[in-house]
């Protein structure tokens, strides 16, 4: 997170406002053709899991062939479809300025190869994380960046157009991660040698998952990228800045989260697989409230400060970014109570009403966002339709986890909804006493601003300990940092 947010600062007063938005914008529209990858990525992951739980290694190994041969076909669509549709736009209906008209389609160019090496690696990726193999997920993880933060010190040093030397080193960077995540599963996993095999019913099978899943995720995707070039349409690059930038924050901070649910979605997969659900509704209470909390208490200084921050860390601060910051979060940390609810309903893979429902609603979010925008609305409104849409998205998955599996939306609520209201009520009440009596309402300086960020984290943290998590729950996480 600290690297990711540090380059950002760097990448920004190297290529300026304009072309951070270009560069942030370009990608949102390589971005959107990823949503026949997006569906194969749930599918792959869910299946590879799912082969685990029942313990059954053939398939296991069929699967990988069957899904890496599915992803290469992928990647060949997407890159018709980006030299066609995609160059088109850019040309002809994107708003940039002239004369960086070649830097655009260099960039262009270059985001589409990175797109379509993470494309090809998914199955590698899926596999890795289904094995729970996490130390070699983090390292490989760490490593790209260590690369990031080398390409963001050559691109101070080198290249006489900032946008295009960027372009071409986040390329590198995105092959050499590539080639490491297939070197370890060939030398670790047997199932990831691959081997054409054309079994009609089986690629039937992880299609008809993969095409529910294809219309969730071009909903997630236009609700996303779609977002960004909505408002390049009204408000032109200096706003795409802003999101690009509200984008890496938020994608900083989220990933504290994601990584834990990304440990958490094979065991979930797995226990249904075995039949055991007690244990995967133990589980999916626990890693809602859990992903809520870690989103909690990592954003809730940087909402109270967000001003202060941003002018600490960037030099130019786009107009728009300290909402657009500040308002992300609020529809992140609702939405961060959903991702168990969505791996359940993977896990059962009877998928076809939840996504043509959730995901009508999540489209939803960009047709009303254009028209709100339309009719005369900041940029910031966009942000106030997706806090209302992930709300709405939320209890219709509290009820569809209750069709597929029985779990009662009163019992998430209680054991979910309820701790952490009570829990977020308290702190927000907690803070704001404090800062009526003791605190300054905007840090001063960095050692103050500090302090401030400190005892924000402190009382969130104990009414988490005390208010948020059962006493069984507190007593095995007092006993766990023990040990450590």
Known sequence: MGVSLFTSRIVLRELGVSDYGIYSLVGGIVALFGFFNAAMSSATQRYFSFDIGKGDQEKLRKTFSATLSIHAGIALLVLILAETIGLWYVNYKMVFPSERSLAVNVVYQFSIFSFLLGIIQVPYNALIIARERMNVYAYVSILEVILKLIIVFMLVYFGSDKLITYAILTFVVSFIIRMVYQIYCRKNFKESKY??????????????????????????????????????????????????????????????????????????????????????????????????????????????????????????????????????????????????????????????????????????????????????????????????????????????????????????????????????????????????????????????????????VMITGLGILFIGIKPNERKALIAFIKKR
Do not use: C
Not at 221 to 226: F, N
Not at 252 to 267: D, E, G, H, K, L
Not at 325 to 335: E, G, K, S, V
């Open 195 to 456: 081997k054409f095999e054309y079994d009609k019913q089986y690629y039937r099978e992880l299609m008809s998952y993969s095409g529910w899943s294809l219309f969730g995720n071009i909903a997630a995707v236009a609700r996303g990228q779609g977002i960004n070039v909505v408002l390049n349409l009204f408000f032109g690059t200096v706003v795409n800045a802003a999101y690009g930038i509200t984008l890496t924050v938020q994608g900083a901070v989220q990933s504290f989260v994601t990584n834990f649910q990304i440990a958490v979605n094979p065991q979930i997969i797995k226990n249904y697989a075995k039949g055991d659900l007690n244990a995967m509704q133990l589980l999916i209470f626990r890693s809602s409230k859990l992903s809520f909390f870690l989103f909690f208490i990592l954003s809730f200084p940087i909402i109270l400060n967000t001003d202060y921050i941003l002018n600490l860390w960037l030099t130019v601060v786009p107009e728009h970014t300290v909402i657009f910051i500040q308002l992300a979060f609020f529809y992140l940390m609702i939405d961060s109570i959903s991702y168990s609810l969505i791996i359940a309903v993977q896990a059962t893979g009877r998928i076809k009403n939840y996504q043509i429902i959730i995901g009508t609603l999540i489209f939803l979010s960009l047709p009303i966002s254009y028209l709100v925008l339309k009719l005369g609305g900041r940029p910031e409104s966009v942000y106030y339709v997706l806090i209302s849409v992930t709300f709405l998205t939320l209890v219709f998955r509290m009820f569809f986890v209750k069709n597929l599996l029985g779990f009662k939306p009163m019992v998430f609520m209680k054991n979910v909804i309820l701790p952490i209201t009570l829990t977020v009520l308290i702190v927000i009440a907690t803070q704001e006493i404090l800062k009526y009596l003791f605190i300054k309402t905007q840090a001063l300086n960095f050692a103050e601003f500090l302090i401030q960020s400190f005892l924000y």
